[in-house]
Each structure stands twice: as structure tokens, then as C-alpha cells.
């Protein structure tokens, strides 16, 4: 039993990727809100990273009955790269506005975080290791031995929803916060993301479900 535990825990930390919600606020001003065009914004450098996000969100909320359109569709893809000013913004707010987009999903990297998992056999059934001395001889190589650690990243995405038709400081519809466990292939990171990006949106009735 305990082995098929130590098992079940490598493969949930070092898995190719795994996304798992952190944290959520929900506006309780808009208690019956749905969206009826929104526009994707995926801010990263990484642009193959930003295409596919974006499309795979939009996608999604188009089989809910949402008109969803990809950031790279509306504006140039050096928008993201661009420091710009609060009427610049303003500025792009107003055209949007007039193509009729209501809300806005903004997705943003904050940090991440470089962890270390300890891979060595620590489901042990050897019940002498119960007295400080023979557990101590037996893990001390911890200190020496740098092969039994593995390194992995955790990266910190926030998610989050506006009202473009109000211009108040209340306009923040949602916000969610998820961790990418190990990202070690875009593709799959992205899906596993958008899928709990979605699972939320469900939760709050923001979008329909399928």
C-alpha cells in the first residue's frame, strides 16, 4: 500500500503538467452576470504559448454560446510587448466598445516558484527505522547526495474578468489564481489550464454549462 502511494505521489508532482486552482473572488455586485463577447488576452512573451491559449479558450466558451475572440485576432501581436499609458489603454477600451465586446479575460503569469522533491524511497516498510539511530544512518546520504532530489517549477497564473461596459472601479467581474505544476509541454499544460479555467467560470455561472 504504502508503495503504491510513494507512485501516486511522483506522478501527481512530477507529471508532464498539472494545473490545480488556488484561489478565487467573485464580484457580489454581478450575481446573475454572463457575458455575451469577450475578448482573450493572454499576456506573455511567449507567443506560440499566447496563440494557443487563446485559442483554445475561445473555442470553449464559443460551444457555450459565448462570442469569444483571441486578443491576435484584434490587436497587433506586439501589443503585450508594448509599455503603454492609461489613455492609450483607455483608448483601446473605447474601440473595443465599439466592435461591441463586453468583457474582457486577462490571463497573466505572476511568478513562479523553483522546488525541489525529494525522491528517494521514503515509504519505507522497515519499522526499525522507529529509533532515531538506524533512521538517521540510513538518511543522512540526503546531505550528500544531490541525485535523489528532482527540481521542478511551479508557475503562479492569475485569471481575470471584466465588465467592459462599466468604467468604475467595481468593473472586476472575477478573479481566480491557479498553479502549472511542471510545464514540460505547451500543449498539455495549456488544455489541463483551460479546463480548470472553465470548471471555475461553471462554478460561478458565469458561462452556461456544456
Known amino acids: 500500500m504504502k508503495n503504491i502511494l510513494k507512485i501516486l505521489l511522483i506522478l501527481s508532482v512530477m507529471s508532464c503538467s498539472t494545473t490545480r486552482f488556488a484561489d478565487s473572488w467573485r464580484n457580489p455586485e454581478y450575481v446573475n452576470y454572463q457575458p455575451s463577447k469577450v475578448l482573450i488576452l493572454g499576456i506573455t512573451p511567449d ?7 487563446e485559442e483554445k479558450l475561445s473555442s470553449v466558451l464559443e460551444k457555450r454560446g459565448i462570442n469569444a475572440s ?17 489613455i492609450e489603454i483607455d483608448a483601446q477600451i473605447v474601440s473595443l466598445s465599439k466592435e ?11 511568478e513562479y516558484d523553483e522546488m525541489v522533491f525529494y ?7 522497515d519499522y ?24 521542478y517549477k511551479v508557475y503562479h497564473i492569475e485569471i481575470l474578468l471584466y465588465d467592459l461596459t462599466r468604467n468604475t472601479e467595481k468593473s472586476l467581474v472575477w478573479v481566480a489564481s491557479y498553479d502549472i505544476i511542471d510545464p514540460q509541454r505547451i500543449n498539455s499544460a495549456i488544455k489541463d489550464c483551460v479546463v480548470e479555467i472553465v470548471k471555475s467560470l461553471e ?7 456544456k
Open 119 to 125: 525522491s528517494n524511497d521514503m515509504f519505507r516498510d
Open 128 to 151: 526499525n527505522l522507529r529509533r532515531f539511530e538506524p533512521y538517521y544512518y540510513n538518511y543522512q546520504g540526503v546531505y550528500f547526495n544531490n541525485r535523489i532530489y528532482e527540481e
Open 100 to 110: 461591441d465586446f463586453d468583457a474582457i479575460i486577462i490571463s497573466t503569469v505572476k
Open 70 to 86: 483571441e486578443s491576435l485576432e484584434v490587436f497587433k501581436p506586439s501589443f503585450t510587448d508594448l509599455k503603454q499609458s492609461e
Open 47 to 53: 507567443l506560440t504559448a499566447r496563440k494557443l491559449y
Open 203 to 209: 462554478n460561478e455561472k458565469i458561462i452556461p454549462l
